[in-house]
Nanobody
Framework: QVQLVESGGGSVQAGGSLRLSCVAS????????MGWFRQAPGKEREGVAI????????YYADSVKGRFTISQDNAKNTVFLQMDSLRPEDTAMYYC?????????????????WGQGTQVTVSS
């Protein structure tokens, strides 16, 4: 079992930055793929960025490439999402998620451990 706690959300103007954090506790073997999804009102949950914790290989949605950076601090069991050049379309609830195996990185149904979410709101 693993518990995930997100923090760092908030409200910013377009062009601004936020840094999300996700602290994981519990069984470390589950935390092979770890990262972020988001869900805007009326839309499906979508992958934002994932890190393969063993090699630090990263995966990004096309919509955030060049603007968002995912990283990890293994000593603190924490994954970060640095979000720069934020746009109004980035407004969503952001969720941390983990799974113990590989595969298609942004397939929502393959992640069985989720945090409670942190809201990000970007105004124009």
């Amino acid at each position: 079992q693993v518990q995930l706690v997100e923090s760092g959300g908030g409200s910013v103007q377009a062009g601004g930055s936020l840094r999300l954090s996700c602290v994981a506790s519990g069984d470390s073997y589950i935390r092979v793929f770890m990262g972020w999804f988001r869900q805007a009102p009326g839309k499906e949950r979508e992958g934002v960025a994932i890190i393969y914790t063993v090699t630090s290989t990263t995966y990004y949605a096309d919509s955030v490439k060049g603007r968002f950076t995912i990283s990890q601090d293994n000593a603190k069991n924490t994954v970060f999402l640095q979000m720069d050049s934020l746009r109004p379309e980035d407004t969503a609830m952001y969720y941390c998620a983990v799974r113990p195996y590989g595969g298609i990185w942004d397939r929502v149904s393959t992640y069985n451990h989720w945090g409670q979410g942190t809201q990000v709101t970007v105004s124009s």
